[in-house]
């Protein structure tokens, strides 16, 4: 248990770091620019792939970072499709800092080498996003808030609709799902080699500079 807590407190020491924070910002600007292509299917079905960079940012910084970058970023590429402020959802808002800091719960560590293992976990981790944000937690939100205001899990004779409902969200997340995780196969480890060149590279101009 205190391995676990210690997570949360090794990554909210690393916002004190200004490679931390430039290094997020940059992510998060990548993050909020594939959001703007995210392809619409329906009104409540959303394919996207910003979900990348954030994974990259819980590989490096932990779940406390991920979690403020990916809620931050929901936040933006919100206000830059020209929605108002006041229609953002805040239930859905905590399930996107949910979901950031699941990825860096189950992707941080101290080595940040890619192995088949590692990428692994990491791909465990997005399916597990998948389940529990996306299908179990942004289902019911969305369908309780916007399509059924009158559901209840405690009565039977509703479960057919919301059944009907679900099942394009749970084709699409699941074929969704293969993609991802061979984009996450591909391109996370990318990412995190090139984090790790510029950051042995900055290490050493530093150790070589004369002192003044």
Request: charged content about 15%; aromatic content about 10%.
């Amino acid at each position: 248990m205190k391995g676990f807590f210690s997570l949360f407190t090794r990554s909210a020491a690393e916002l004190k770091q200004v490679r931390t924070l430039t290094t997020a910002g940059m992510l998060m600007a990548v993050a909020i620019a594939l959001r703007s292509f995210s392809i619409d299917i329906t009104q409540d079905i959303r394919i996207s792939f910003s979900f990348i960079p954030i994974i990259a940012i819980a590989v490096l910084f932990g779940p406390v970072v991920s979690g403020l970058a990916n809620i931050s970023t929901d936040f933006l590429g919100y206000i830059i499709a020209n929605h108002s402020a006041r229609e953002y959802s805040v239930p859905l808002a905590l399930v996107t800092l949910l979901a950031g800091t699941i990825y860096g719960i189950i992707c941080y560590r101290d080595d940040i080498k890619m192995t088949p293992k590692r990428i692994t976990s990491i791909c465990l981790a997005r399916a597990a996003v998948v389940l529990i944000c996306n299908l179990c937690l942004n289902s019911l939100i969305i369908y309780t808030s916007y399509v059924n205001r009158d559901f209840s899990i405690f009565n039977p004779e509703m479960y057919n609709a919301f059944g009907m409902w679900m099942l394009p969200r749970i084709t699409k997340n699941g074929g969704q799902l293969i993609v991802d995780v061979m984009l996450i196969s591909t391109l996370v480890p990318l990412i995190i080699n090139a984090y790790s060149q510029v950051k042995t590279m900055y290490a050493g101009k530093k150790k070589n500079s004369p002192a003044k």
